[in-house]
Every structure is written in structure tokens, then in C-alpha cells.
């Protein structure tokens, strides 16, 4: 296994986030909606480059991503529980 510069994969997986980022700016919903219809290879072109950074970042580092994930999602529904949180979009120290 290559290990490869942190910095440099998380600038990398930011680049690409950008790329996709480029396919929606300046679009209303409806006008995101259509554009999908025309460009869904482009569009899931940049979100493999994103998850295969993104995979390689956290095989370097050792983590578990999809454990990582999971005890992510835990502590975002410990800190904006659906009663309090839902339809909101205040920050979990507000609600």
C-alpha cells in the first residue's frame, strides 16, 4: 500500500467537490432537475473522483469509513433530535 500526503488527498477530494459543485451553480431546482437528465455521467464522473480520494484518504489514515460514518450518523441524531430538530435548520446548540 502507497501512503499518500493527507494534505494533498483532502485538497484533492475539495478540487473535486468543486468539479461537481461546477454542474449545479447558478441553477434553480427545476433548472438542476433538467440538467441532471442530460449530464448524469458527468455528474457521477465527480462523485467517483470524490469517494475514491475519499477511500483512499481513510485507508491511509486506518480508518473504517463506513464505521466512521455510522458513528457520525449516531452523533447527529443525538445532537438534533427529529422532535426538536426537524424543519429547522438551527444549529444543534440552538435548538
Given at each position: ?50 469517494a475514491a480520494y475519499l477511500f483512499e484518504l ?38
Open positions: 500500500m502507497q501512503f499518500h500526503d493527507p494534505k494533498n488527498m483532502s485538497i484533492s477530494i475539495v478540487l473535486e467537490a468543486a468539479e461537481l459543485l461546477e454542474h449545479f451553480q447558478w441553477k434553480t431546482k427545476k433548472e438542476a432537475q433538467n440538467y441532471i437528465k442530460n449530464h448524469k455521467e458527468e455528474i457521477a464522473d465527480e462523485i467517483a473522483d470524490i481513510a485507508d491511509n489514515l486506518d480508518i473504517d469509513l463506513i464505521k466512521a460514518m455510522k458513528n457520525k450518523i449516531e452523533k447527529n441524531r443525538k445532537k438534533y433530535p427529529v422532535e426538536k430538530s426537524k424543519g429547522k435548520h438551527t444549529k444543534y446548540n440552538r435548538l
